[in-house]
């Protein structure tokens, strides 16, 4: 492609609001931006006396620029952020953290469960959080089932019931699901979850008082009891949770900068709560300014699609921004509510925000301890392997129990250390069960006989085995195609199989690399293998425990995969299945009276 001429495209650039994404050679959009005036913001970049560094490499590598108009600059950064998070452009500040916030989910049901929720909101019910992680859902929802023996199981589980389950006898449901509770007493305790989860546990103890007082009055002393455990319980949870002071909804934004690192730290407040925080490290482009890097923060952090419900009423800033206005304005669009975004703080807010900036700083100090120690692992490594540089290593092991279900792993480690999305698991099939050399024959197959991209192979490759397994690994790769070939490394263990007592071998098992058991370099290596054994072993029991679910109904005739998939989907699982009676198994789509008889007897037969 040639040249870009930024003259003649300037000539015709509209002056209104919009959004310009910037291509490189091979099309692909490396930079995205949004501009109240279009033509001024994008003539800025072929100025003759740029110095900013970032901006010159960027159009260097320009070869076309396409735009899209927009009615306001609103609109331009609303598109601007949903363009970055489509396209994730090289040079611009990228928040990688594509996971909605999880929510708690209370159900409309005749029995409402209580339940971890995240994606959309398909589901009928009362939705709160959001949550800053997956932890603090269920960490909540373990206390509460302590509290409120409120349900908490799979519909398909609930409706399969015929006597209480183990909850119950825990203490930690009531089984409404065979009428051990009123209906009365269930919406009740359903009340109180509800209060308790909108900041109201004050209101939810002084009726729990109320009732544990008329309790013992009416000489009902084992209510009176269950009432007070209850109230101790949730005074317990109180002392243990932060409170915010005067502000019921606030999120506030620390930020911090050192060694090249950049740190965000968000704090959120929720009904007079602390509910948690996170710490996000953008992906920053060279000679960033830390408006810049906070500005597409907010803006890929709030404005991205589904993001509504994580928008806080008030955002409290660590420094001022020039576009806080026009992300507020956004912000209130799209939460179809006023949203404002404030930097100048004092008292109580201030407070917060110092705490905030102190967490950055604090995840910036243990996030360079890490690297620094990763950094140290790889240069003894480079030096004892001999390499002048390692980027990428890859480290496979098989798992299978007396040769069956065989499962190789992949796992991916490169500068910063373990590299999950590249984490791969292979079923093994066509070899004799238990032959290990035949299985990691059949995983390097897959992993390597359609590679194309050549930035993918691997400068280091361990095979978790002995002088077996590395010799049939050389021999794949006695036909390898391409120009980079990899140093293959075989990890044995020692005689005592104890950390620390590790063999490496090269060149077939013919070479041995010494090595002191505290090495940091055999420490990598301990950590990758540990690493892949860990994936497999995963793999392979998932896989044994699939099989180990299906296995009795497919010896059923006349239940195929569909009817087998409705009959586990339906009554909640195998246990859910084995546990059925005739009646309910009547009840399952697909599933006529003969065959349900012939089902229950099968599995009343094996049991």
């Known amino acids: 492609m040639a040249e870009f001429d930024h003259a003649h495209f300037l000539k015709t650039l509209s002056s209104e609001p919009g959004v310009y994404r910037m291509l490189d050679s091979e099309e692909k959009v490396i930079y995205v931006g949004k501009a109240k005036n279009l033509k001024k913001r ?6 003759s006396n740029v110095t900013d560094s970032k901006t010159r490499v960027l159009v260097s590598n320009i070869r076309s620029i396409e735009v899209t108009l927009t009615n306001t600059e609103t609109e331009a950064l609303l598109l601007e952020n949903n363009l970055i998070k489509k396209y994730q452009p090289r040079y ?4 990688r953290d594509d996971k909605s916030y999880p929510y708690i989910l209370l159900t409309a049901h005749k029995h409402p469960r209580l339940a971890f929720h995240r994606g959309s909101r398909k589901i009928k019910g009362e939705y709160f959080g959001p949550f800053p992680s997956a932890g603090a859902v269920s960490e909540s929802l373990r206390l509460m089932q302590k509290i409120f023996p409120v349900r908490q199981c799979e519909d398909a589980y609930y409706r399969a019931r015929s006597r209480p389950c183990l909850q119950y006898q825990l203490k930690r449901c009531s089984a409404p699901c065979v009428n051990k509770v009123s209906e009365e007493e269930y919406g009740q305790q359903v009340d109180y979850v509800r209060k308790f989860l909108t900041g109201k546990s004050h209101e939810v103890i002084a009726e729990l008082i109320s009732k544990m007082e008329a309790a013992s009055q009416a000489l009902q002393f084992e209510l009176a009891a269950k009432v007070r455990d209850q109230i101790m319980l949730l005074r317990k949870m109180q002392e243990q949770q932060s409170i915010s002071g005067n502000y019921a909804e606030m999120d506030v934004v620390g930020f911090a900068h050192l060694n090249g690192l950049n740190a965000v730290h968000l704090l959120m407040i929720r009904e007079h709560k602390v509910l948690g925080s996170k710490t996000y ?26 993001a509504t419900g994580r928008i806080a009423k008030e955002v409290i800033l660590p420094f001022s921004l020039d576009e806080a206005t026009v992300l507020g304005e956004a912000m209130s669009q ?6 404002s ?13 110092q705490l905030a900036n102190k967490n950055a700083l604090n995840s910036i100090t243990v996030k360079q301890s890490t690297i620094d120690s990763i950094n140290k692992r790889y240069a003894q490594l480079k030096a004892t392997l001999g390499l002048d540089d390692i980027k990428r290593m890859e480290c496979f092991d098989i798992s299978h129990t007396m040769g069956e279900n065989t499962v190789a792993s992949c796992v991916v480690f490169d500068s910063q250390g373990p590299n999950n999305k590249e984490y791969r698991r292979y079923n093994v099939t066509g070899i004799t069960g238990g032959d290990d050399y035949a299985a990691m024959e059949f995983a390097l197959n897959k992993r390597y006989n359609k590679l194309v991209d050549e930035d993918k192979i691997p400068d280091v490759i361990f095979i978790d085995g002995g002088k077996g397994q590395l010799s049939r690994a050389e021999q794949y790769f006695e036909t390898w195609p391409h120009a980079k070939m990899p140093l293959l490394v075989g990890v044995a263990k020692g005689t005592s199989r104890k950390p620390g007592l590790e063999t490496l071998l090269i060149d077939g ?90 089902i229950f007897n099968h599995l009343h037969d094996k049991g």
Request: no cysteine; glycine share 8%; aromatic share 6%.
């Open 92 to 95: 611009n500040i990228l928040l």
């Open 281 to 306: 490290f953008p992906k920053v482009p060279k000679d960033s300014s830390q408006e810049e890097i906070l500005t597409s923060f907010l803006g890929q952090y709030y404005l991205a699609p589904g």
């Open 42 to 47: 994008v003539s800025s970049y072929f100025r």
């Open 509 to 598: 098992g013919r070479k041995t690399i010494p090595m002191d058991s505290d090495a940091p370099a055999l420490h990598l290596i301990q950590h990758i293998r540990d690493e892949s054994h860990r994936f497999a072993i995963a793999g392979h029991r998932n896989k044994r425990q699939k099989q180990r679910t299906q296995s009795l109904l497919e010896e059923i005739s006349g239940v195929g995969s569909v009817r087998r998939q409705t009959l586990l989907k339906f009554l909640g699982g195998m246990q859910g299945v084995k546990s059925a009676n005739i009646d309910q198994l009547k009840q399952v789509p697909g599933i006529s009276p003969d065959m349900a008889e012939k």
């Open 341 to 353: 975004l404030k930097a100048a703080t004092r008292g109580e807010r201030n407070q917060y925000l």
């Open 334 to 339: 799209i939460s179809e509510r006023k949203v």
